[in-house]
């Protein structure tokens, strides 16, 4: 998508040699045009699959997630970092250390909106060691549910995420792979 990549190269921050920065635009400031470009994409790469549900988790992929929804038609369920009082039923869960916070987190979605009947799309912001995909994985796999693919905004193709993920044979669509952050600013596959 050259419009992503084109607000990548014109509001990404690089900070250090690995970090891109993108709050200005999709994950903390969000740009409602762009997510609904973003949403028109993902739902044209995976409309074919008849996905019943999209999965996200809280809260950078939400934004997406729900774009991608709309043009779907599905409902969208994200995981929640930690399990609130209101959530007394069953619950599928998994761990994922998060690069982003330093910390451990246990993810965790309702057994009542995540079946064996579905057809599950994961959405997420960033794919870069895959922590946080690979615990959405474990759930829809824990419910018996159809893995339909995982579509990230941003992958970090030096980083081994989306790598594993497909040799795991889990069909990974990134609207935009980087390749490198250089003196020059972002290389992108």
């Known amino acids: 998508m050259e419009l992503l990549k084109q607000r990548i190269r014109e509001d990404g921050l690089l900070i250090g040699n690995n970090i891109l920065k ?3 635009f999709l994950n903390h400031q969000l740009d409602p045009q762009l997510l609904l470009e973003l949403g028109r994409e993902f739902a044209r790469r995976f409309r074919p699959d008849r996905v019943t549900k ?3 988790v809280e809260a950078s992929g939400i934004a997406v997630a729900v774009m991608v929804g709309l ?3 599905v409902p969208v369920l994200f995981a ?4 609130p009082s ?16 330093q910390e451990q987190v246990s993810v965790c979605v309702s057994r009542r909106y995540l079946t064996a009947e579905d057809r599950v799309l ?7 060691q895959g922590a946080a995909a690979k615990a959405l994985v474990s759930l829809v796999e824990q419910a018996g ?13 030096f980083q081994p995420g989306g790598k594993e993920l497909r040799e795991a044979g889990i069909r990974v669509e990134a609207l935009a792979r980087i390749g490198a952050f250089t003196e020059k600013g972002v290389e992108f596959v």
């Open 71 to 73: 043009e779907l038609g």
């Open 80 to 83: 929640k970092k930690k399990q």
């Open 22 to 24: 993108v709050d200005s």
């Open 86 to 101: 209101t959530l007394v039923e069953e619950v599928y869960a998994a761990e994922a250390f998060s690069f982003t916070k």
């Open 145 to 157: 549910a159809s893995l339909v693919g995982v579509g990230v905004v941003v992958e970090k193709a």
């Open 54 to 56: 999209i999965l996200t």
């Open 122 to 128: 994961i959405i997420d912001d960033f794919l870069a």
